[in-house]
């Protein structure tokens, strides 16, 4: 469970889901990340996905920078990789050319509304 200090607004249209702050490096959301990535492992799992890794775009209720958000982002790749699953980069377009090398696929929720 994430203490009450890293959860945001929830702007994303789900009841009960709150956005994160990922700004600076917290000890608890590691630790909680981990463990969740490690039970994915333990459970037989070959990837994870973070779900809404672009708070920077979003009313989170804090001031998460699109560097910050680029920095999480990586340290979330890098994590799932230390656990031999593979990662998948959702939901953020915007900083897919930077962050496409640390990923092993990317999944966007509204793709059909950004064709052209």
Not at 26 to 49: P, S, Y
Not at 79 to 92: C, I, Q
Not at 110 to 116: E, G, K, T, V
């Amino acid at each position: 469970m994430y203490p009450n200090t890293l959860l945001g607004k929830s702007d994303v249209g789900w009841s009960g889901e709150s956005l994160i702050d990922v700004s600076v490096p917290n000890d608890a959301l590691i630790r909680i990340l981990e463990a969740r990535v490690r039970l994915c492992k333990e459970r037989g799992f070959q990837a994870v996905d973070f779900d809404d890794v672009n708070g920077y775009q979003n009313c989170t209720g804090f001031n998460i920078t699109a560097s910050q958000q680029i920095s999480f982002n990586l340290f979330s790749a890098d994590l799932a990789h230390n656990y031999g699953l593979l990662v998948a980069l959702k939901n953020d377009l915007d900083q897919f050319k930077v962050l496409s090398p640390a990923f092993d696929f990317a999944v966007e929720e509204s793709c059909l509304a950004y064709m052209d």
